[in-house]
């Protein structure tokens, strides 16, 4: 089971997991939060931000290549979204960990009945 | 296509042997008792999790050495209804920055037959730990244990 064997102090310490973080740059995040509505094409994006079209971009790429936001084609457009399989990762890692704390808590809440 | 709200949530239920007053009791003064062990993000001995029984109290662990962490903020009080919070911490399990972003855990207790009561879960609004979910994601690229039972856990839902 995922949460009985997350040695989580392991990942806490380890520099890969903190070291990176796509996320960390102000621009970049808003590309990222641009998306949260929805497919967008880059020249949509830009018209939302203070940054050149290139930028844009750039910032797109590093958020693929993290894993968070995916492209596809819709007809002669590119468009971008986020990477539902990213969010579906968080949503099974609390599934399988709220499953094992409730299962504990019935557990907890049976013994202390008189 | 737009994330689902039914993919950034997650929903559960289980019923106690005990009536709603008990139940709520359990789930809150007495989370300590039955919270996963490995799951708190506060290390050392003694660890006790403890909660301000009011809208917008602290959740936290405090340890024996008297360090704290707070990891949580009630949002509803309603004994023996309704327990609901903002949930801090990200998928990384590290100690959360007190503005770090949060999903929601809505917790309802209601009576069912026989005396007994059924616990829902809800927590939601997931795809607010962004930071933490591309940690998750870098971590599942390390060759440890976790990482090989995510991909295995992946690879049953594909």
Known sequence: MVSASLPFVVTYQSPAVRGLDALGDPTRRRVFEGLAAGPRSVGDLAGDLPVSRPAVSQHLKVLRDAGLVVVRPRGTQRLYQLDPGGVAAVRDYFDQFWTRALAAFAEAVEETEE | MTVQAESTSVRKDIVVKASPERAFTVFTEQMGTWWPAEHHVLRGDGIEMLIEPSEG???????????????????????????????????????????????????????VEDGRTRVELVHDQLDQHGEGWQRLRDAVGEEDGWALTLRRFAAVLD
């Open chain 2, 57 to 111: 109290g602290r959740m936290y662990d405090v340890n024996a050495a008297g360090e704290e962490c707070t990891w949580g903020r009630v949002l509803t009080w309603e004994p023996p209804h309704t327990f609901a919070f903002h949930w801090l911490i990200g998928p990384d399990f590290s100690i959360p920055e007190p503005d770090a972003p949060a999903s929601r855990i809505t917790v309802t207790f209601t009576p």
